[in-house]
């Protein structure tokens, strides 16, 4: 089956505006008056998909801000997978340890929590700390 150029193109348009269209739909939907941003606070848990997570503390030194978490509930899973920062409007991504201050994320254990240290860029301000697995997305104040 051979479809000509002009086809083609109006169906790149129309997909194009359906996406448009749906994208529209979710920020209308998710500016509503009901659209309240949870905090938790350090130390509470959440649970995201099988995986429950919490952060406990936060802490800066020199070259980065440390933050110590609590995850359980998969086997194997990328334990630094889904964390991230925010700080103003800027979003960091986990970072390798640079100076063993804390027990390096590697992996998460289905049965016991894995206590460990996720880094990010060292920041001015205050960061909120964010993690996503299975579609969703919980953030954690530092402050009290």
Request: glycine share 10%; charged share 10%.
């Amino acid at each position: 089956m051979h479809m000509s150029t002009r086809k083609l193109i109006m169906w790149a348009l129309f997909c194009g505006v359906l996406i448009l269209g749906a994208g529209v739909f979710k920020l209308w939907q998710t500016t509503g008056d009901g659209a309240q941003v949870q905090l938790l606070q350090l130390g509470e848990s959440a649970v995201l998909g099988d995986m429950t997570v919490s952060v406990n503390a936060v802490s800066k030194n020199a070259s980065q801000t440390l933050v110590e978490v609590s995850m359980q509930g998969v086997e194997g899973a990328d334990a630094l997978s889904g964390w991230r920062m925010l700080v103003g409007a800027v979003i960091s991504e986990a970072q390798p340890m640079s100076d063993g201050s804390g027990t390096p994320c590697t992996t998460t254990k289905l049965a016991e929590p894995t206590l460990c240290t996720v880094a990010f860029p060292v920041s001015e301000g205050t960061p909120t700390i964010a993690y996503i697995r299975a579609g969703q997305q919980e953030q954690w104040a530092t402050t009290p």
